[in-house]
């Protein structure tokens, strides 16, 4: 670059979160602390698993009080068909962390065949990307670099994954790539915006999951889940998480993020269909010298299909 760049704080949380979150590689998905209560952006094969129409929306404020922190916001809608042996969803995020600005919308499917005492499902999805960067809003100690003055075009790529998982009513346990084609952007030397959309095994994200519900007495379940993540040359990322549900009307709960966080939950299972939860995150790493926190609220509403009885309370 011909100028010396002094970025504002928006740029090093926004280099900061890349570096930290996924050692060393930029964060290919969005980072949520609830993904026990929908995993549709992890796995396709989810889709459907209610047994009933499912609508949640998560939004997090991650890191408050740094600037350019990642915000993200998602809604999901899913359900049955075929007298519960295909399942199709609808996803949608969107995402800011320092200058980008990213939307990801996504088409589910799965299919699912009757094994022991519970059900495996085969999920596929497919949707697209886009995204835009917002470099005018960079500061620099002089003017003119061709790679600052201007937004980058709103770019748009598709993208695809898999996933297969099993469930019964008290257990659950899952493996997934959600996303497989690689879509960086790149800025060459004379500021033209070079898209590479292509699929890089070597950038996967695996993601396994499990999770079961202990009943102690009518009033008293725990119920306990972990998340692996696993990329090629990065160390595992994992997430531990126990939750208990007093009464069928409280959820209570801690969860521990990798090195990164150690988090609180707690919710109201308003009715039977209807739960709001809303967590807290304490970073354990140097970024909690410029933060308070990072706060997630998140709400679940199931619809009963005519005729049907959706079972009172749903775990997973």
């Known amino acids: 670059m011909k100028s010396i760049l002094k970025l504002t704080k928006i740029t090093c949380i926004g280099l900061l979160f890349f570096t930290n979150v996924k050692t060393s590689k930029a964060q290919y998905d969005a980072m949520f602390t609830q993904y026990m209560f929908n995993e549709m952006f992890i796995n396709p094969g989810y889709a459907g698993s209610k047994e009933a129409m499912a609508v949640t929306a998560t939004h997090r404020q991650q890191w408050v009080n740094f600037p350019g922190r990642p915000v993200t916001t998602t809604f999901s809608l899913h ?72 937004n980058t075009p709103n770019l748009i790529s598709p993208n695809f994954g898999f996933g297969i998982y ?29 898209q590479n959309t292509k699929i890089t095994p070597q950038k996967f994200h695996y993601y396994l999951t499990v999770g079961r519900m202990f009943t102690f007495n009518d009033n008293l379940k725990l119920k306990a889940q972990a998340m692996i993540t ?55 790493t140097q970024v909690q010298n410029y933060t308070s926190g990072s706060h997630e609220f998140a709400l679940g509403y199931l619809f009963a299909f005519k005729g049907r009885k959706v079972t009172s309370p749903r775990y997973f």
Not at 133 to 146: A, P, Q, V, W
Not at 247 to 255: D, E, P, Q, T
Not at 267 to 277: D, E, K, L, R
């Open 166 to 194: 099993y469930y019964t009513p008290k257990f659950y346990a899952g493996i997934s790539i959600p996303r497989m084609i690689d879509d960086n952007v790149i800025i060459n030397s004379v500021g033209d915006v070079v």
């Open 230 to 284: 696993a990329v090629q040359n990065a160390p595992l990322l994992f997430n531990i998480n126990a939750n208990l549900l007093i009464k069928n009307l409280i959820w209570a709960g801690v969860s521990y993020r990798s090195f990164a966080d150690l988090s609180a939950l707690v919710g109201v299972q308003i009715t039977p269909h209807f739960v709001f939860s809303y967590s807290y995150d304490f970073p354990l």
């Open 79 to 150: 359900g049955p068909l075929m007298g519960n042996k295909m399942g199709l969803g609808l996803s949608f995020l969107n995402e800011n962390v320092g200058v980008l600005n990213r939307n990801l919308i996504y088409l589910s499917y799965a299919y699912r065949l009757k094994l022991g005492p519970g059900q495996l499902s085969f999920g596929l999805q497919g949707g697209i990307h886009n995204q835009l960067n917002r470099l005018s809003e960079l500061k620099t100690t002089d003017g003119g670099d061709m790679q600052l003055v201007q």
